[in-house]
């Protein structure tokens, strides 16, 4: 407990699911937590496949930036609401300067904000990709950009960027695969740039209760079932993991925790999956290796005779295989 007390976080995109889930718990460990989304929930709507105790999960984990400051406070700690579109430039920075000129400093900015939508690159539309594109990876750059700053002349502060499993290229999903993929780039770059001011720039790959997960696992049962027959049941033992892995999304912030509070500085740069079952792993740092030798110039021909007798016979993806 009160490992960030004293400390000031803006969480965005917290109004429900993983992003919620943060807030909450970094309020529990002492920090003022601004709630973030991009504008106030009018009627919830549900998916019309989504029936009975899906459609109640559904409901009771929907809310917005005021609905998460309304349980934090209720609870004892401190939260304020700041509804703002996180790809807007100039309202990032009215957000950022409030909360300086009213709390004194910014210490760690969340970068929860994200739309997420299934579509391979055939049935992606060019607003398609803006949305998941610009939310995510421009989002997170103008909270950065502008929150550095003050993290810089108040002595140091930490970034945690939350990105997806999909960063490494997931099947149907061009748009968020490249928005992930864009997220863990920028963390490592900045991560590098800030570390001598005493910034940490790390990136997180969760999986926890959402409305989003909900939704989304109960669509793909039924597409399962659709296409496979009545008599198709996910196995029991991974339908346990995968409820275990979105379980409350507050029992994955602790690792955010740690690398937000004063224990964690210095640690930087890294690229984690972390669940609500307690389970953390992480990416190692691409490796670029030996394919061929210095030798030019070469042909066609020889190329096309030489890599299935050199190390580049392993760099490409075995579709069948992976997805």
């Excluded at 930036?65 to 401190?78: D, F, H, L, M, P």
């Excluded at 739309?115 to 992606?124: D, E, P």
Aim: aromatic share 8%; charged share 20%; glycine share 10%.
């Amino acid at each position: 407990m009160n490992s960030l007390q004293g400390k000031v976080a803006l969480v965005t995109g917290s109004g429900q699911g993983v992003g919620r889930g943060i807030a909450e718990f970094f309020a529990e460990e002492g920090a003022v937590v601004i709630t973030n989304n991009r504008k106030k929930k009018q009627n919830t709507a549900v998916p019309e496949y989504l029936t009975g105790e899906a459609r109640e999960q559904f409901l009771a984990m929907s809310g917005d930036a005021e609905t998460a400051a309304e349980v934090i406070r209720a609870k004892g700690g401190k939260a304020e609401a700041y509804f703002c579109d996180v790809s807007d430039y100039a309202v990032v920075k009215e957000m950022i300067d409030h909360i300086v000129q009213k709390y004194g400093r910014i210490d760690i900015v969340v970068n929860n904000a994200a739309i997420t939508q299934a579509g391979g690159l055939m049935l992606l539309s060019e607003s398609d990709w803006d949305r998941q594109t610009v939310v995510k990876l421009k989002g997170a750059f103008n909270t950065m950009r502008l929150a550095a700053p003050y993290m810089i002349k108040q002595g140091g502060g930490s970034f945690i960027n939350v990105a997806s499993d999909a960063w490494v290229g997931m099947v149907n999903a061009a748009a968020y695969s490249a928005s992930n993929a864009g997220l863990v780039g920028l963390t490592r770059s900045c991560a590098a740039e800030l570390f001598h001011y005493n910034i940490n720039v790390n990136a997180i790959c969760p999986q926890a209760a959402s409305p989003g997960h909900v939704s989304g696992f109960t669509k793909t049962l039924l597409t399962l079932e659709k296409a496979m027959g009545e008599g198709f049941h996910m196995p029991e033992e991974k339908r346990k993991e995968v409820e275990a892995d979105h379980g409350d999304a507050r029992n994955l912030a602790p690792f955010l925790a740690f690398l937000a509070s004063d224990a964690g500085r210095g640690k930087t740069g890294g690229v984690f999956s972390v669940t609500a079952s307690g389970r953390i792993s992480w990416y190692a740092p691409e490796e670029e290796l030996d394919g061929l030798p210095r030798s030019a110039p070469r042909t066609v021909e020889e190329i096309e005779e030489l890599i299935p007798k050199s190390p580049l016979k392993d760099a490409f993806m075995h579709v069948a295989d992976t997805f």
